[in-house]
T-cell receptor, first 110, second 116 residues
Framework: GEDVEQSLFLSVREGDSSVINCTYT??????LYWYKQEPGAGLQLLTY?????DMKQDQRLTVLLNKKDKHLSLRIADTQTGDSAIYFC??????????FGKGTRLSVIA | DAGVIQSPRHEVTEMGQEVTLRCKPI?????LFWYRQTMMRGLELLIY????????DSGMPEDRFSAKMPNASFSTLKIQPSEPRDSAVYFC??????????????FGEGSRLTVL
């Protein structure tokens, strides 16, 4: 079945850029997503990218999609302590449920 | 909109007891999902419904788990009897399945279950 892989931990200094990477296996993915989970809360959609795009920028967030390599990344510029959370990569194709990665725990050091 | 509402937020129970988790999806959404989150396994899809009909329950761990959706605004996940290994955070999520939509899932805040 479809699989989404991401590294489990990332630690960065406040003010630096964070890059969270994700690989997926489903070549028919329509949308790819980044969700953010803060402590004690549910997941919230951070941003998404349509599969025919290779980049999307939204303020401090930049999403890069390499469809050939099935690689998705999320860059957070000027990382703040409030960005500390777990970030989940997810993909879907059509009406099938989203497939989530295990999440990357981002720790921001002041 | 109030978002996806789950109850209880926290439940502590003893092994062997029945546990019922509840979910109210966002009004107008036609798909509902139950997930379980643990440190070891991450986020696992247990079951999902389209238009109140269970579509795929292959993620339900075993017969001790059951889920129902009697109407478009309510769903339950029941564990009977509960075991310590069921301890986890259980999330409900809903979405409007729409060919032109983005498929965004809206999550509740979760129900943290501890089975002693």
């Amino acid at each position: 079945g479809e699989d989404v892989e991401q590294s489990l931990f990332l630690s960065v200094r406040e003010g630096d850029s964070s890059v969270i990477n994700c690989t997926y296996t489903d070549s028919s993915s329509t949308y790819l997503y980044w969700y953010k989970q803060e402590p004690g809360a549910g997941l919230q959609l951070l941003t998404y990218i349509f599969s025919n795009m290779d980049m999307k920028q939204d303020q401090r967030l930049t999403v890069l999609l390499n469809k050939k390599d099935k690689h998705l990344s999320l860059r957070i510029a000027d990382t703040q302590t409030g960005d500390s959370a777990i970030y989940f990569c997810a993909e879907n194709s059509g009406n099938t449920p989203l497939v989530f990665g295990k999440g990357t725990r981002l720790s921001v050091i002041a | 909109d109030a978002g996806v509402i789950q109850s209880p937020r926290h439940e502590v129970t003893e092994m062997g007891q029945e546990v019922t988790l509840r979910c109210k999806p966002i009004s107008g959404h036609n798909s509902l999902f139950w997930y379980r989150q643990t440190m070891m396994r991450g986020l696992e899809l247990l079951i999902y419904f389209n238009n109140n009909v269970p579509i795929d329950d292959s993620g339900m761990p075993e017969d001790r788990f059951s889920a129902k959706m009697p109407n478009a605004s309510f769903s339950t996940l029941k564990i009977q009897p509960s075991e310590p290994r069921d301890s986890a955070v259980y999330f409900c999520a809903s979405t409007l399945q729409d060919p032109g939509g983005t498929g965004e899932l809206f999550f509740g805040e979760g129900s943290r279950l501890t089975v002693l």
